[in-house]
């Protein structure tokens, strides 16, 4: 008899996590009534963990109160259900500190944490920026490392030593260097999460612990249900799910305007009362809303008109 040795990765952080949006009224203010109740629909639909003020939470866009009601309202919602990880981002570090320390009192279970932004630093300066916010608070960290927005990338050398610190157990990865991800995530021994819907497959058949996903506001279920299929060693099923899933990734993420597309679509479901957004993000056309409803039909994922 053959032993079934079959292991599934460590999830500190969950294994279908949504990187959530922020509900806004049309004029522009938080709605954080809204924000329970898309919260709450979120964990039905198979959620286990939610990052809340990251970028698809249009974090550059909104302030430390606002940030803070945010957290707490979440956390009071679905916090005893679900793992719930704020973004402390900013090139500040001192504010990034700032963020990190008010998420830990709104009680937040955890921290994404991304490179500094636009500033472009030496490795050296990521490295203490990151350490800074880490060493500030008492949560486990999931660096975030998205060269293509932070115009810094997280190497390998400033990697391996964060890989080190007790508190720092995870990579959200959205470079889209999937075969150096790879040899990461087998060297550093942290557990990595895909952060690239149309990555999810190949990040998870390779040991992922799981996806941060912008399109699982519409099909956290079906995430859900890939995972069990590579945990239960079905590729069949899992690539099959994400060739099913493919149109819906690029009428969410084919623009590259995630925040935008994923409020659309919850507006239409009716999920959100309004899909505004802060500039400089602009609200979806006419155009890509009709190509957003026509995918979202075909995939039984609307069905009323709104």
């Known amino acids: 008899m053959v032993e079934n040795t079959r292991r599934t990765p460590a999830r500190t952080f969950g294994s279908v996590s949504v990187a959530m949006v922020t509900p806004m009224h049309p004029d522009g203010d938080i709605d954080v009534p809204a924000a329970r109740v898309l919260a709450r629909h979120l964990v039905a639909s198979g959620c286990d963990a939610l990052v809340l003020n990251g970028t698809t939470g249009e974090s550059p866009t909104t302030h430390q109160p606002e940030k803070d009601d945010l957290v707490a309202a979440v956390v009071d919602e679905v916090g005893s259900e679900v793992m719930i990880i704020a973004g402390a981002g900013s090139n500040d570090t001192a504010h990034a500190v700032r963020i990190a320390k008010a998420a830990e009192r709104n009680g937040a279970h955890g921290l994404l944490v991304v490179s500094p932004y636009y500033n472009r630093p030496s490795q050296e300066g990521v490295y203490r920026h990151i350490r800074s916010i880490v060493d500030s608070v008492n949560l486990p960290a999931m660096l975030y490392d998205i060269p293509g927005r932070t115009g810094v990338a997280i190497g390998d050398e400033i990697l391996d030593r964060l890989a080190e610190h007790p508190r720092i157990r995870a990579v959200k990865d959205a470079t889209g260097d ?121 995939h039984g994922l609307l069905e009323e008109e709104r």
């Open 178 to 298: 999937v075969p150096a991800g790879f040899d990461r995530m087998r060297r550093t021994g942290l557990e990595f999460y895909s952060g690239d819907d149309a990555l999810n497959l190949a990040w998870l058949t390779h040991g992922a612990s799981g996806v941060v996903s912008v399109v699982g506001h519409v099909v956290a279920a079906r995430y859900a249900k890939m995972v069990q299929a590579i945990d239960d060693g079905d590729l069949f099923t899992a690539r099959d799910l994400s060739a099913e899933l493919a149109p819906i990734c690029e009428a969410i993420m084919g623009g590259g305007q995630g925040a935008v597309m994923s409020k659309a679509a919850l507006y239409l479901q009716g999920h959100l009362p309004s899909a505004a957004v802060r500039s400089p993000l602009v609200a979806a056309n006419e155009a890509e809303l009709a190509d957003l409803r026509t995918a979202l039909r075909l």
